[in-house]
């Protein structure tokens, strides 16, 4: 009797796992997670998001596919920006993704849809974030992060604070003051346009601002290029200088060099993200002033674009309700207050958020969130998706973007010189041979920290332009 019974109990387990797994509830042993990797501190999100959901389910969440800081762990979740690294590859349950690929993931099939009624909060989103994951009822996505380019300067510069338009910034700036990767004082624009993806959203971002055109037209041969969108990033070229733009920041994630520069006085305005804010001193925090970067030359009258990053359920989970569960407790606001605020002495991460809610708090702590707030509510934005053609696009045409805003650059650069510089009648023999490839030698010539980094360098009139 006690074997029969035993083996009754067995077989009444087994057919309720196997209907458990069937219906994908809690038969997990873990959920994989991926998490947006570019943000300052992403072990404080692994941190905030496993205390939030040990308040609610006692199975473990793996992170193991999400990229570490210093992508030691690659090949790794990366936001979605490889074309290889799908959810699948990864076995992710919950996957957090850059929406430029909203409608290519959606279109595959690789996003869980999911009622009105399983968001929970979803009166709690700004409007932009909220209808750009939804087709009608139907919600493919939670929203978790914002951003846009942001100009950044120092309060008491007037010319920048009244700019309104591209124009109004060049005047504000000049052109070609400066050669150098880094400026070597409070002078110019930095700006990072080094990427092949990042020069294709600045483009689409510029094309939109001069015509309002939404969803984007993705032109798919140099001829349909906007020559005026082109004109335009070339005009941000010469506001920084050739090495400033094109120079690849540091493989770290987090690194966020030009605001680093621009806190140390380096550059008269910088562009970037908000999150960029947190490598800034606190003395620059408290004198800072920044807003959206407008790319027209003339008043923009269309919505602003703001980039977003968003939650995911893929459909291949086992365990689908845990997985949507997971997902709320991602984008939940208690979640991303903890995964921004100041934390262990490190400022806050200044990441933008999507909820008013989490604004509001962090904005107890720090006024700059009420400002970064008033960019949300000011600039009535759209999300940023490209069509589900997004990633044949992008690999058929930023490489060419990349190049035409590289072309015809009208300010030199600085080389390093071929032998060290001790004086003013050392420079023109060796700064007029280390410039002969490059249109020859402009007069200038530095030994100084930080146009001068590891030695003598000569300005020349042209570039390299690669």
């Given at each position: 009797?006690?074997?029969?019974?035993?083996?009754?109990?067995?077989?009444?387990?087994?057919?309720?796992?196997?209907?458990?797994?069937?219906?994908g509830?809690?038969?997990?042993?873990?959920?994989?997670?991926?998490?947006?990797?570019?943000?300052?501190?992403?072990?404080?999100?692994?941190?905030?998001?496993?205390?939030?959901?040990?308040?609610?389910?006692?199975?473990?969440l793996?992170?193991?596919a999400?990229?570490?800081?210093?992508?030691?762990?690659?090949?790794?979740?990366?936001?979605?920006?490889?074309?290889?690294?799908?959810?699948?590859?990864?076995?992710?349950?919950v996957?957090?993704?850059?929406a430029?690929?909203?409608?290519?993931?959606?279109?595959?099939?690789?996003?869980?849809?999911?009622?009105?009624?399983?968001?929970?909060?979803?009166?709690?989103?700004?409007?932009?974030a909220?209808?750009?994951?939804?087709?009608?009822?139907?919600?493919?996505?939670?929203?978790?992060?914002?951003?846009?380019?942001?100009?950044?300067?120092?309060?008491?510069?007037y010319?920048l604070?009244?700019?309104?338009?591209?124009?109004?910034?060049?005047?504000?700036?000049?052109?070609?003051?400066?050669?150098?990767?880094?400026?070597?004082?409070?002078?110019g624009?930095?700006?990072?346009?080094?990427?092949g993806?990042?020069n294709?959203a600045?483009?689409?971002?510029t094309?939109h601002?001069?015509?309002?055109?939404?969803?984007?037209?993705?032109?798919?041969?140099?001829?349909?290029?906007?020559?005026?969108?082109?004109?335009?990033?070339?005009?941000?070229?010469?506001?920084?200088?050739?090495?400033?733009?094109?120079?690849?920041?540091?493989?770290?994630?987090?690194?966020?060099?030009?605001?680093?520069?621009?806190?140390?006085?380096?550059?008269?305005?910088?562009?970037?993200?908000?999150?960029?804010?947190?490598?800034?001193?606190?003395?620059t925090?408290?004198?800072?002033?920044?807003?959206?970067?407008?790319?027209?030359?003339?008043?923009e009258?269309?919505?602003?674009v703001?980039?977003?990053?968003?939650?995911?359920?893929?459909?291949?989970?086992?365990?689908?309700?845990?997985?949507?569960?997971?997902?709320?407790?991602?984008?939940?606001?208690?979640?991303?207050?903890?995964?921004?605020?100041?934390?262990?002495?490190?400022?806050?991460?200044?990441?933008?958020?999507?909820?008013?809610?989490?604004?509001?708090?962090?904005?107890?702590?720090?006024?700059i969130?009420?400002?970064m707030?008033?960019?949300?509510?000011?600039?009535?934005?759209?999300?940023?998706?490209?069509?589900?053609?997004?990633?044949?696009?992008?690999?058929?045409?930023?490489?060419?973007?990349?190049?035409?805003?590289?072309?015809?650059?009208?300010?030199?650069?600085?080389?390093?010189?071929?032998?060290?510089?001790?004086n003013?009648?050392?420079?023109?023999?060796?700064?007029?041979?280390?410039?002969?490839?490059?249109?020859?030698?402009?007069?200038?010539?530095?030994?100084?920290?930080?146009?001068?980094?590891?030695?003598?360098?000569c300005?020349?009139?042209?570039?390299?332009?690669?």
């Amino acid at each position: 009797m006690i074997d029969k019974f035993i083996k009754f109990v067995t077989i009444l387990a087994l057919s309720l796992t196997v209907s458990l797994s069937a219906m994908g509830v809690a038969s997990a042993q873990s959920l994989k997670v991926g998490l947006y990797p570019y943000v300052p501190r992403i072990e404080q999100f692994k941190t905030a998001l496993i205390e939030a959901w040990q308040e609610v389910s006692d199975i473990p969440l793996d992170f193991s596919a999400t990229c570490n800081s210093d992508f030691s762990n690659s090949p790794c979740w990366d936001g979605g920006y490889s074309q290889e690294n799908s959810p699948d590859r990864f076995n992710l349950d919950v996957f957090v993704f850059d929406a430029l690929f909203f409608d290519e993931y959606k279109s595959a099939g690789q996003l869980t849809p999911m009622s009105a009624g399983e968001i929970e909060g979803r009166d709690d989103f700004v409007d932009y974030a909220k209808e750009g994951v939804k087709v009608g009822e139907t919600y493919y996505a939670i929203p978790q992060l914002g951003c846009a380019n942001i100009l950044f300067y120092d309060a008491s510069d007037y010319e920048l604070a009244s700019a309104t338009n591209l124009t109004d910034i060049e005047s504000a700036l000049g052109t070609c003051t400066y050669t150098s990767e880094i400026p070597p004082d409070r002078r110019g624009l930095t700006i990072n346009m080094s990427g092949g993806t990042t020069n294709a959203a600045l483009y689409l971002d510029t094309v939109h601002s001069l015509n309002g055109t939404y969803p984007f037209p993705l032109p798919w041969d140099e001829l349909e290029l906007d020559p005026e969108a082109i004109d335009n990033m070339r005009e941000l070229l010469t506001m920084a200088s050739y090495e400033n733009a094109t120079d690849s920041e540091k493989p770290k994630i987090g690194s966020y060099e030009r605001a680093e520069w621009f806190s140390n006085g380096w550059g008269r305005a910088t562009i970037g993200y908000t999150e960029s804010m947190s490598v800034m001193s606190q003395g620059t925090r408290d004198n800072l002033d920044f807003k959206v970067m407008p790319l027209s030359r003339v008043d923009e009258s269309y919505p602003a674009v703001f980039y977003a990053d968003v939650i995911a359920v893929n459909p291949n989970t086992q365990n689908r309700d845990l997985a949507v569960q997971l997902a709320n407790v991602m984008a939940a606001s208690d979640t991303i207050v903890n995964s921004f605020k100041a934390e262990g002495g490190e400022p806050p991460q200044y990441l933008m958020a999507t909820r008013p809610s989490v604004f509001d708090a962090l904005g107890l702590e720090d006024p700059i969130y009420d400002k970064m707030f008033a960019l949300v509510e000011d600039n009535d934005p759209i999300m940023f998706k490209l069509n589900s053609d997004s990633r044949e696009w992008l690999d058929a045409m930023k490489g060419t973007i990349q190049e035409a805003a590289r072309e015809d650059y009208v300010c030199g650069c600085d080389y390093s010189a071929i032998q060290p510089i001790f004086n003013n009648t050392d420079a023109p023999l060796i700064c007029n041979e280390t410039c002969s490839p490059y249109g020859g030698w402009n007069g200038q010539w530095t030994n100084d920290y930080p146009a001068a980094r590891e030695g003598s360098v000569c300005g020349c009139h042209t570039c390299a332009v690669n």
